[in-house]
């Protein structure tokens, strides 16, 4: 018994793989600087206010701040953020027309020659790259430099049609599902955590405000335990755990109602539409994310 050919991460061009790995280091580096940034604010307003009148207090929390600046003008020149959309935008992009061309969808059908169809796939990637070549200099050479089109992608394109589309719906639709369903039960998580975190916070502020009325004279941290729930605040904008988590079950579940069109496909055209229609939901999550970025 033979088994289907998988397409990995490593089977698709080396576009892919150069813009998915930029985009995820892009991703780590942005938010490790992020997180950076909240953590010495409030270790800043802890130092004030633990030796507020003291010079080597001053000099520490002025130097927390001046180091805190750094951060936000690396930021600001070097955008990590926009490198990790990006990447992910070309990623996506790509990974998105090489399953259209080994599924023979539009335009790359089975009806001309097979080098026409190839020259179309590769033109096609290189208008990718043109429009995103802001990306250039964070992609790496090593993965670029791999073959566009695998010896795996060759593979099931040749492979007849039932085959064709049993591979598109375990290793595309199965596996996009799956990926949804657990990335949005991760956000849930996750946004119900730090949202207990916010509320902590924000009752301890309460308490100490309160108590402060019955003992006036009493130094209270109430600086410090604001500025860490606003620090919790941006940190949860950033991560937009909430918006993820609706948005990619909302995506689950239409990939899962996308699934059940596989029983009309009979014919190729068929087959080119359902992998058209399967790929336009996935690219419009991402799409609607991205420009979310930007609001």
Known sequence: MTTDPRISSESLPGLYQSADQASLDAQVVYFWSLGFYLVLLVAAALVSFSWPNNHGGALAAAGLFLVTLGILVFLKINRPDDIWYNGRAVAESVKTRSWRWVMRARPYEDNVDYQ????????????????????????????????????????????????????????????????????????????????????????????MLLYRIKEPTLSLPVEVVATAAGAVLT????????????????????????????????????????????????????????????E
């Open 116 to 207: 026409i169809v190839s020259r179309q796939f590769i033109s096609d990637l290189k208008d990718i790259l043109s429009q995103n070549r802001s990306l250039s200099k964070a992609l790496n050479a090593n993965a670029g430099i791999n073959e566009p089109i695998s010896k795996t992608m060759e593979a099931i394109r040749k492979l007849p049609l039932s085959d064709r589309l049993e591979i598109y719906k375990e290793q595309r639709i199965k596996n996009q599902a799956t990926w949804y369903s657990k990335k949005s039960q991760f956000n849930k998580r996750r946004a119900r955590q730090w949202f207990l975190v916010s509320v902590s916070l924000h009752l301890i502020a309460i308490a």
């Open 235 to 294: 940190w949860l904008q950033a991560k937009k755990h909430n918006e993820l988590n609706s948005s990619y079950a909302l995506t689950a579940h239409e990939i899962v109602l996308i699934k059940g069109e596989a029983l009309s496909v009979k014919t190729e055209d068929d087959l080119s539409e359902f992998v058209i229609s399967s790929e336009t939901a996935f690219s419009r999550e991402h799409t609607q994310w991205s420009s979310r970025k930007n």
